[in-house]
């Protein structure tokens, strides 16, 4: 069974960071590439970044590149997203995904707002 468990979210001011954590497991996580999406209620899930399965080509959206990094640890099957010089805009539930997989975990809730 497939799970995915984010965390690291909180209350941040404008300009301030975070470093966003997945636990994976249930399914061969090296083989895989990952994504970190985010949701604001009323908006469709929006794509943030991904990274390949080893690791070597991470890529983000316009809107966030320059400030979010994407990485993973393949030995403990975890994916990060570490978040830099936050916007209000930045605001959302994200959630990380296994594209090759319908799952999806509780998501981890970021809120930029001074």
């Known amino acids: 069974q497939v799970q995915l468990v984010e965390s690291g979210g909180g209350l941040v001011q404008p300009g301030g960071a975070l470093r966003l954590s997945c636990a994976a497991s249930g399914f061969t996580f090296v083989r895989y590439i990952m994504r970190w999406y985010r949701q604001v209620p009323g908006k469709e899930r929006e794509l943030v970044c991904s990274?390949?399965?080893?690791?070597?080509?991470?890529s983000c959206a316009d809107s966030v590149k320059g400030r979010f990094t994407i990485s993973r640890d393949n030995k403990q099957n975890m994916v990060y997203l570490q978040m830099n010089n936050l916007k209000p805009d930045d605001t959302g539930v994200y959630f990380c995904n296994n594209p090759n997989y319908d799952a999806w975990g509780q998501g981890t809730q970021v809120t930029v707002s001074s």
């Open positions: 990274i390949t399965s080893h690791g070597s080509v991470p």
